[in-house]
């Protein structure tokens, strides 16, 4: 049996994959089996910050994994105090809390603005309140989080003590808060699985608000927003707020799985020992990965996807087959005449690699994309959305 066949005889049937099995890549540039190449506007759904087998990046996987690949949470070692530094020195933030994925930093963050709030207003204070069309996660609670529907079926029971508000409508957030104790209020400055929908300023600037006026925590899930993403090292820094608990996990890894947790004044000192733990969080190696990633995620290279961002809206606002461009930095979604997963591929066909989201098509590229091959392959999108 082939690759595809093995995959679908022994593998679970979560995915629907495209047609193609991928060998070998350089920045963002992967070829399949049969050699052929394409330009790659998915960086593994925001991962591979900077593309594939970066040389730096893996230089420090491997100098790290020659010494030491995992010690456990029992003792200490440098990656993880430094990549812990290294996150608190750029945010403001206090303390790091490390785990292996976006999902279980969304369930810590959930169970840090529970015991918050349970220690400040009592037991009965722990509704979170998230937003429709949001994405947090495929756990059971993070699901419970999650604001679509569509996510909840055959699931039930889940997690109860969320509620999900209209995005950028203060006016439900304010009802929402009168209605329920509420302990925190979660949300993506860009909703992505949801359909790369962005916040508008004055709602994040009023929920920030409401918030400090209730003492209420307010939750940014930087997990795909995150590390450089949207044109800022997170995403919330677009729009001057300060939120109490920050987590993040995909871009930060640059292909390893690492989720944080970032604490700010409020809540640094909530989770006390045994209260909450992670076997692999904070393994050496991920964090190596990781401090190579966040040491280069400059101003300088924040300015640059900027710029491609700003490129790649003009080069789509009002063309032919476009319907309408929304998101932030390099992470865009694109409306089309045409349905989205066809439009995926032909595009692959044509040697471009793009994701969906909804009904939208999905680009998030590597952060260092070069302008050749990013021009290339808008304008092979561009021919696919007109044919």
């Known amino acids: 049996m082939n ?3 093995l995959d679908n005889k022994y593998v679970a049937h979560t995915y629907n994959r495209f047609p193609i099995q991928l060998v070998e890549g350089k920045g963002s540039l992967l070829r399949d089996e049969n050699g052929k190449e394409y330009i790659d506007l998915s960086s593994g759904i925001a991962v591979n910050t900077f593309g594939a087998a970066d040389r730096e990046w893996q230089d420090a996987v491997s100098a790290q994994m020659s010494k030491l690949s995992h010690t456990s949470n029992l003792y200490y070692t440098q990656p993880c105090a430094r990549l812990a530094q290294m996150l608190c020195e750029r945010t403001g933030m206090k303390k790091v809390f490390f785990s292996n994925s976006g999902a279980e930093a969304n369930e810590c963050a959930i169970k840090a603005a529970r015991k918050y709030a349970a220690d400040k207003k009592g037991s009965d204070c722990f509704t979170v309140i998230t937003l429709k069309n949001g994405f947090h996660g495929r756990t059971i609670t993070t699901l419970a989080a999650t604001g679509q529907e569509e996510f909840h079926k055959y699931f039930q029971p889940l997690t109860s003590g969320f509620v999900y508000a209209e995005p950028n409508d203060l006016e439900d957030l304010k009802s929402k808060i009168a209605e329920n104790k509420v302990a925190a209020i979660m949300f993506e400055v860009v909703q992505g699985e949801g359909g790369v929908l962005p916040l508008k300023k004055e709602y994040l600037s009023g929920m920030a608000e409401i918030a400090a006026k209730e003492d209420i925590l307010l939750i940014a899930d930087e997990v795909q927003t995150g590390n450089g993403r949207c044109g800022m090292l ?38 006390t020992p045994g209260l909450h733990g992670s076997t692999f969080g904070g393994n050496p190696v991920c964090c190596a990965g990781a401090i190579s990633i966040l040491s280069r995620l400059t101003d300088e290279l924040m300015l640059e996807v900027r710029k491609k961002s700003e490129y790649i809206f003009k ?3 009002g063309a032919p087959g476009v319907k309408s461009v929304s998101g932030l930095g390099l992470m865009i979604g694109i409306e089309c005449e045409k349905n989205a997963s066809d439009v995926a591929m032909a ?3 044509k040697g471009v690699l793009v994701l969906t989201a909804h009904s939208k098509v999905r680009l998030l590229p590597a952060l260092n994309i070069p302008m050749e091959e990013l021009s290339k392959a808008i304008e092979i999108i561009k021919e696919v959305l007109t044919k």
């Open 3 to 5: 690759i595809q066949e």
């Open 234 to 271: 997170y995403g919330y820094m677009n729009f001057g707020i300060t939120p109490d608990i920050v987590t993040t996990a995909k871009g930060l890894g640059g292909g390893l799985p690492l989720g944080a947790v970032m604490f700010g004044e409020k809540t640094e000192n909530v989770l």
């Open 315 to 317: 080069s789509f606002e």
């Open 347 to 349: 595009c692959m066909e």
